[in-house]
């Protein structure tokens, strides 16, 4: 062999020697892309396993506080369907909605209130928290202090109608409206309200049923525009 071709041949081997370290580089890449992929895919599950374990819990306990608040096991039931519908209907979370409902249940457990009226209290009020769009806080705040109205019984300050105005905008006049439409005051007028709330005869049952009927008219043409979030809260509700 020539020193020319000893050269020759030695530079092939070496573009070939090159080329085999890179392609072997290159696997390496791919491997530890393929690693990185698997290690960040199971990382996602293992998050998703873990929010789907703490939804889980969250509305298990929503689901005993509810028990504890129905009277039976077949009220119980169809509460909890008729929750469904109302949150898919409003794109709201279920669990959130069981906790407040149940809460409200709870308080008026001993009133003249029957559940069906319990309920569309509480579907007129969930229904104006979609319409405004109101924030989970807010619409608990207004939850809890209907709730402390039906627990006292007689609406005797007019702290709680400020509470409910603070939350859901226009509701003292509603309110107003509300206790006008049953008969509770001859003017209507939020003068006329304060007024019977003094003197003790605003009774949280006989006005909170008129006050669900006023909301209902006010949001009657509210439209409940969210499809993506709808459509999310939905797969939830029906998983839970």
């Known amino acids: 062999m020539t020193f020319n071709a000893s050269i020759r ?3 092939v081997q070496f573009k070939k020697g090159v080329a085999d370290v890179q392609k072997s580089i290159k696997s390496l890449q791919r491997s530890f892309l393929s690693l990185s992929s698997a290690i960040g895919l199971g990382l996602s599950f293992q998050r998703l396993g873990a929010s789907m374990l703490d939804a889980a819990s969250k509305m298990s306990d929503a689901k005993d506080v509810l028990t504890n ?5 077949r009220e119980y039931g169809e509460s909890l369907e008729w929750l469904r519908k109302v949150s898919n209907e409003y794109g709201q979370d279920l669990t959130e909605n069981i906790k407040s409902f149940a809460q409200l249940r709870q308080a008026a457990k001993y009133s003249k209130l029957s559940i069906e009226e319990v309920r569309d209290i509480y579907q007129s009020l ?16 207004i939850m809890r202090t209907v709730g402390q109205m039906l627990s006292k ?22 309110m107003a409206q509300a206790a006008y439409n049953a008969g509770l005051i001859t003017e209507n007028s939020v003068e006329a309200l304060e007024k019977a709330i003094k003197d003790g005869k605003i009774m949280a049952d006989q006005v909170l049923p008129s006050f669900s009927k ?7 043409n509210a439209t409940f525009d969210t499809l993506l979030t709808r459509g999310k809260t939905s797969i939830w509700n029906k998983i839970m």
């Open 126 to 141: 969930a229904r104006a928290a979609g319409a405004y769009n109101l924030s989970a806080d807010k619409t608990n705040g």
């Open 153 to 174: 019984g007689a609406i005797n300050s007019e702290r709680y109608v400020r509470q409910l105005n603070t939350a859901l905008p226009g509701a003292y006049n509603m």
């Open 9 to 11: 041949l030695n530079s």
């Open 214 to 220: 006023v909301l209902n008219d006010v949001t009657s």
């Open 69 to 73: 608040a129905s009277k039976g096991v």
